[in-house]
């Protein structure tokens, strides 16, 4: 990636970064401002409320005072009926604006003085009334005990009017500083707006620059693609054809070597025969003239030449077991791969009674897990697992009961199978090289000439798939076959 890229990339980060980062900052401000309205909502409904109150109070205290003027007019337990209720209505009222105003010092002391001159008012309405109540009131006594109700009634409404006048200055201070902390957010929000919008419009830019760039860059690699497929075909022709003359010329050379081969090997039974006639002749020298033959003739006839076609004999039949071998593979390479719908289940179960015996003599079990069917070439599919579990009961560990697992899964289009068993197992090092043609590993005490595995993952990719190995010594092996679930006639 080129410097310009980089920067290009790391400013569109920044921008939407950015645009996130206003947008909180937005959404913070709105929750700011909702708060700080219903908190102004609240103390403009608190000033309300205490106004309310302070006029209910002025009102019950004039209705009482009304009552009792009544009352020591015309003595009627109506005018008394309605003192008592409009003066038992009033302490609750007073408590309730004490609650109200608890957090203004200023205002709950106006409260207790407004609690006094009540109490004072209240108590001498009441003796006014019990007087009348037991004397009687000349008419001078009465308007002296008006004169001094009125000056306690003019005390209270003064001081409720205080009341009322410092709960508007703070409702006003409040108003003030709602409207100046509203004019900030307004500023505020107006410009987070406004670089909101120029972000955006920028996140906008860049992504439509992006988009084309990734249309180019789409139809760049369509173009690439296709090419690259033909490119693939011819390479894959070439490769196959390549393969074919491989193939050929492994079989010719196969078919080329044992013709040679075949006369080593005759020529060897011819020398083996005139060995054991050269050994009569030897003995019956021996038993005719002793002297005539030397011990260097009599150790070459009768130690060194069957030593020597001995080794002939094994090296030849080795080399015949390769040579059968290599044409195995080169017909197995030639081979069409006709797919059909296997029941692997099926398939294994054949395979495991097949080697019953050989298990029974081992001491040895198979497990049969559920196996997913697939379509692929059943000759192939079948020489695979055959190898597998033969090799897996064929390096079992002496001495411990063998355990061989066969369990497959289906993922997608692929399968996945895995034989395990508990065996000598694989050494880390070796895990590829198993898979080599000619190539073993571990201690050599079983036969074989190292052909099965690699037979194995040339029919693996045959049948577009791969084989590996997860072993450790001493702990088994787990071989894992993934191919394809539906293979496509070639």
């Not at 004019?183 to 906008?204: C, F, N, P, R």
């Not at 075949?262 to 005139?274: C, I, K, P």
């Not at 692929?376 to 079948?382: L, P, Q």
Request: glycine share 6%; net charge negative.
């Amino acid at each position: 990636m080129t410097l310009p890229e980089r920067l290009y990339r790391r400013s569109l980060v920044a921008a939407i970064t950015a645009g996130f980062a206003l947008l909180i900052v937005l959404g913070l401000a709105v929750a700011w401002l909702v708060v700080r309205t219903q908190e102004s909502n609240q103390t403009v409904a608190h000033t309300y409320e205490v106004e309310v109150t302070l006029s209910d109070i002025r009102i019950l205290t004039e209705r009482a005072e009304a009552a009792r003027r009544g009352f020591l007019l015309e003595p009627n337990e109506r005018f008394l009926a309605i003192f008592e209720e409009s003066a038992a209505r009033i302490p609750p009222l007073l408590e309730e604006i004490g609650q109200m105003v608890a957090d203004n010092p200023a205002q709950l002391e106006r409260v207790r003085a407004l609690s006094a001159l009540t109490a004072d008012h209240l108590a001498l309405m009441r003796e006014s009334i019990a007087t009348r109540q037991a004397e009687g009131l000349r008419p001078e006594d009465v308007g002296r005990v008006g004169e001094a109700n009125v000056a306690l009634i003019g005390e209270i409404r003064d001081l409720a009017f205080e009341m009322s006048a410092a709960e508007s200055a703070l409702l006003r201070q409040r108003s003030e500083a709602q409207q100046a902390f509203l004019a900030t957010s307004y500023v505020v929000m107006i410009v987070a707006g406004i670089l909101l919008l120029l972000v955006a419009l920028g996140t906008i830019w860049a992504a439509r620059q992006n988009l084309r760039e990734l249309r180019q860059s789409r139809d760049k690699l369509r173009y690439l693609n296709d090419d690259l497929e033909s490119v693939v075909q011819t390479r894959t022709a070439d490769l196959q054809r390549a393969n074919d003359e491989i193939q050929r010329f492994a079989y010719i050379v196969s078919h080329d070597l044992r013709s040679p081969l075949v006369n080593v090997m005759g020529f060897t039974s011819e020398l083996d025969a005139a060995t054991k006639q050269l050994a009569e002749m030897i003995d019956k020298a021996e038993a005719e003239a002793p002297d005539v033959i030397t011990e260097d003739a009599r150790l070459a006839v009768r130690e060194d030449l069957p030593e020597a076609i001995g080794f002939i004999r094994s090296s030849t039949e080795k080399m015949d077991r390769l040579i059968n071998a290599i044409l195995r593979l080169s017909r197995e390479g030639r081979r069409v791969m006709t797919p059909e719908r296997i029941d692997m289940n099926a398939m294994v179960r054949t395979i495991v009674d097949s080697m019953q015996h050989r298990l029974t003599e081992v001491g040895a079990e198979v497990k049969v897990e559920p196996l997913p069917d697939l379509v692929s070439d059943r000759v192939a599919i079948e020489q695979i697992f055959s190898n597998l579990i033969e090799n897996a009961v064929k390096y079992l560990k002496p001495g411990r009961p063998g355990r061989i697992k066969v369990r497959g899964k289906r993922q997608n289009d692929r399968v996945i199978f895995e034989v395990e068993d508990n065996g000598r197992g694989i050494d880390p090092k070796d895990h590829d090289r198993v898979f080599d043609l000619f190539r073993r590993s571990g201690q050599q005490d079983q036969p074989g000439e190292g052909i099965g595995l690699a037979h194995v993952r040339a029919l693996a990719y045959r049948l577009g798939g791969m084989i590996g190995c997860d072993s450790a010594l001493d702990q088994g092996a787990t071989f894992r076959l993934s191919m394809t679930a539906k293979l496509h006639e070639t």
